[in-house]
């Protein structure tokens, strides 16, 4: 199983930025793919989910709207399309599975997301 998330780099804050996270070595199919900040100096943090099969999707109420996370099927990839971003909002975004129902235990290296002017 393995994850791989890109897509980071230096945004000014305001702007926009969007993630991938490509899954190989597994079928998605009874899986849900998180994407995740941790944040320096501060507990990881779950932003948005989505369920494979499904298509369902769920969010941090924190989030208020301006994050989109979907999916590819035909590419094993999801998509974390963040808007409005916030200087505090600076940290490493990591994407992770979890068989549907069970806790996230498969991750992928981060990709350094900098909100700065």
């Known amino acids: 199983v393995q994850l791989q998330a890109s897509g980071g780099g230096l945004v000014q804050p305001g702007g926009s930025l969007r993630l991938s996270c490509t899954a190989s070595?597994?079928?998605?199919?009874?899986?849900?793919i998180g994407w995740f900040r941790q944040a320096p100096g501060k507990e990881r943090e779950f932003l948005a989910g989505?369920?494979?099969?499904?298509?369902?999707?769920y969010y941090a109420d924190s989030l208020k709207g301006r994050f989109t996370i979907s999916a590819d099927n035909a590419k094993n990839t999801v998509w974390l399309q963040m808007n409005s971003l916030k200087s505090e909002e600076t940290g490493a975004y990591h994407c992770?599975?979890?068989?549907?129902?069970?806790?996230?235990?498969?991750w992928g290296q981060g990709t350094q997301v900098t909100v700065s002017s």
């Open positions: 989505i369920i494979w099969s499904s298509g369902s999707t």
């Open positions: 992770a599975a979890a068989v549907v129902g069970g806790p996230y235990n498969y």
């Open positions: 070595g597994f079928t998605l199919e009874t899986y849900a």
